[in-house]
Nanobody, 130 residues
């Protein structure tokens, strides 16, 4: 089992920055693919950024060049640095993890589809005002 706890959300003005953190627990969580997702009211959950066991990343087109996903394996923590925030970035942000098919749960190819992920945090709200 993997437990995920997000933090770092808040309210900022357009153009501002926030850094989200996701603390993971579980013996093999550092090997898993992990990602950040968001869901705005009335909209489907969408992938924002993902990272595989080798540190390869993938981003949604809407956040490329503005958001950066990273992981500190020593701290078992996933981050999302969000710069140049826009009002359309307003959403609940979720951290998620998925075990890969390789031995030990190693995961290659970061994916942005929410249905691929088995473990989810409770979410942290990000609100960007214009």
């Amino acid at each position: 089992q993997v437990q995920l706890v997000e933090s770092g959300g808040g309210s900022v003005q357009a153009g501002g920055s926030l850094r989200l953190s996701c603390a993971a627990s579980g013996a093999t969580s550092s090997r898993y693919c992990m990602g950040w997702f968001r869901q705005a009211p009335g909209k489907e959950r969408e992938g924002v950024a993902a990272l595989d066991s080798n540190g390869i990343t993938s981003y949604a087109d809407s956040v490329k060049g503005r958001f950066t996903i990273s992981r500190d394996n020593a701290k078992n923590t996933l981050y999302l640095q969000m710069n140049s925030l826009k009002p359309e970035d307003t959403a609940m942000y979720y951290c998620a993890a998925r075990r890969g098919a390789l031995p030990g749960g190693y995961c290659v190819t970061p994916r942005l589809e929410p249905w691929r992920y088995s473990y989810w945090g409770q979410g942290t709200q990000v609100t960007v005002s214009s």
